[in-house]
């Protein structure tokens, strides 16, 4: 999983039918300091998540396996809301 | 789900059975601010997505997610035709 | 999918049993104007595809769904033998 | 799979229902030799890894496959921890 | 799939139970001229590859197909080992 900052949403009103009702967050990812790594994506989120929580996301299919026989076209979703990170190491000090 | 915009189209008379009658459209990869990331790929569209249009792509096998128990080899598909992004914070200005 | 050339093929006669009888291509991925991307991969070919033929692949798991319950081993198969590519815009002139 | 260090956690009290009780920990992804590469992820532990274990990831959807049916959405997971890793060749040293 | 050498081994004692073994081997992704590219990973063997093998390897969850309603946390599998490879072109002379 990958952890990242929410910094926005998206906003469609045509979309595949089995998606409607999901809110769509602007994730951008980060190294457990915070720093910002890679490109934004856009996860789902079921959980409550809001502008500027840090967050853990499951990118790939893996996304949809929220419950048991769902089968909905998304490839990121928000699992949790971060209550704190702690690194040992020289990498994210 | 990573954001885009429709810039072409393909056509292939030959292809896997299973793929007859699908559309596929080719879409640049963007930030949230429309700057162009990563290289163009392929995309199957259901929903009416057309030159220019700004959409929302899921990526993987999560891509064929759209119908229960559906078995098609795509690895991208457009989900939603985006009306408008809203970001906060200094990555996506 | 991914746009992309066939330049080349593999031979192995020591494999995992469900993949006899499959003919394994080598693709150099490339852009939309036929620009080589990225590193040359091994793709599954069922629909005669040959050398210098331009292609669309499917990568990852959805690879396999070519058949309803086939189970088989691979990560990337030519779904089409491409006609035409047509686009707009300045990235792909 | 990926060769790793464990470098820290995380700790989320609201996350996806089907996640409570899994453990989150941060692996820094590494060579055989041990030099580090790419970005830390958040990996789930079933095995008992702490600080500084070696150990090796699962990633993608294939992380969930740890029991038959299950259906959680994690996209990495510690498979092992590392006893020792033989190396021939001027990669790794 | 991707094309590789095989450069060494891991041995882990502690692992996820249903990986008991099986046989974990350190690839070193190869272009089809030999030439390295990316780092090394670690794959499953069931087809008897050893030290320096040129070898296919499949990634992501599609490596675990290799029976029916198997489910192993695995991501990469090595699915041939290679008798020959032609290619033309410029990629890989």
Chains 1, 2, 3, 4, 5 share one sequence.
Request: aromatic share 4%; hydrophobic share 40%; with cysteine.
């Amino acid at each position: 999983m990958q952890l990242g900052t929410v910094i926005g949403n998206v906003w469609a009103t045509r979309k595949e039918d089995n998606l409607r009702g999901l809110k769509f967050l602007i994730v951008q990812p980060e190294l457990p300091d915070g720093t910002s790594t890679e490109t934004p994506y856009i996860a789902i989120d079921r959980i409550g998540a809001g502008f500027g929580d840090k967050v853990m996301v499951t990118k790939g299919s893996a996304a949809s396996k929220i419950e048991p026989n769902l089968s909905i076209p998304i490839d990121a979703i928000i699992i949790g809301i971060i209550d704190s990170v702690d690194v040992e190491g020289d990498n994210c000090g």
